[in-house]
């Protein structure tokens, strides 16, 4: 029935969301963390992508994640003599993480995830008015 | 007419039947809003007139002899196909024109039709009812 497969294909919309939200929340949580031992890269920021992928059994075109991968741009080398992960120079990398880009792509995912939660909530209240027809 | 099933209910479950098509089609525009390459899709727009024509005088295939094929298409019902939606007014960098506000407004809207129809389905029901006898 359409109404149950909105759902299914909205459903599938906040699942992708929810992987996007992990990889922010990878990504904010990494973002002073520098290389275990000297040399070490440190943490390098991911990133994730989507792809529209057809449900052969409802026709419909669901949302899946296609890859998480990772950002291959530079780190950010800052000058701290004083900590323990500094090369010969008095330099250390830090990750290549942006957290004003993260909090805008947090904010994205958060603005989708509630677009498709009121596709469900809208599929219900169809759904309960035609279940009242029967009263 | 028939009086199994009058015109007025068929079409009214045509237009039922259309919403609820409508809302799978946005459901998938929104799911995919963040998908690059995305086109948005939308269903071509009811035409009430020649529903309402060919509830009252479609006919069904009939079977006579045991070579015919029977029709796949009943009375009343129309062909419902999503099509690539030209009336996008934004796309973004990653080649995906699903406008959100624009969607968010098609949901609300469909979910407003399909009570409109469900609630004259309700009435009419309650006609039959008061036929019937009972107190409803």
Redesign the interface.
């Given at each position: 029935?359409?109404?149950i497969?909105?759902i299914h294909?909205?459903s599938?919309?906040l699942k992708?969301?929810q992987d996007?939200l992990k990889v922010v929340a990878q990504n904010i949580a990494n973002s002073e963390s520098v290389g275990n031992r000297e040399g070490q890269a440190p943490y390098r920021r991911k990133t994730i992508?989507?792809?529209?992928a057809l449900d052969k059994e409802t026709g419909?075109?669901?949302?899946q994640t296609k890859k998480v991968g990772v950002d291959k741009s530079d780190f950010v080398k800052k000058y701290e003599p004083a900590h323990p992960q500094a090369d010969a120079q008095g330099y250390v990398l830090y990750p290549n993480v942006n957290s004003i880009s993260e909090m805008m792509d947090m904010r994205?995912a958060r603005?989708?995830y509630e677009?498709?939660l009121?596709?469900i909530e809208?599929?219900k209240?169809?759904l309960s008015?035609?279940i009242?027809?029967l009263r | 007419m028939d009086l199994k099933e009058p015109a007025l209910n068929t079409m009214m479950k045509g237009h039922?039947?259309y919403?609820?098509?409508r809302?799978?089609v946005?459901?998938?525009n929104?799911?995919?809003?963040?998908?690059?390459g995305?086109k948005a899709?939308e269903l071509k727009k009811l035409d009430f007139g020649k529903m309402a024509s060919s509830a009252n005088s479609q006919l069904e295939m009939r079977v006579t002899a045991p070579s015919h094929l029977n029709g796949t298409l009943k009375a009343g019902s129309m062909a419902l196909k999503s099509d690539k939606d030209r009336n996008t007014f934004e796309t973004t960098p990653t080649e995906n024109n699903v406008v959100?506000e624009d969607?968010?407004g098609k949901?609300?809207d469909?979910?407003a039709q399909?009570?409109l129809s469900?609630?004259l389905?309700?009435k009419f029901?309650g006609l039959y009812r008061k036929a019937a006898g009972s107190n409803q």
């Open positions: 029935m359409d109404l497969d909105t294909i909205s599938s919309g992708v969301q996007r992508s989507f792809k529209n419909a075109q669901m949302v994205e603005r989708s677009a498709n009121n596709v809208s599929s209240s169809m008015q035609t009242s027809l | 039922m039947k919403m609820a098509n809302q799978k946005l459901a998938q929104i799911a995919n809003i963040d998908t690059p995305y899709r959100l969607q968010m949901i609300s469909t979910g399909y009570q469900s609630s389905m309700r029901t």
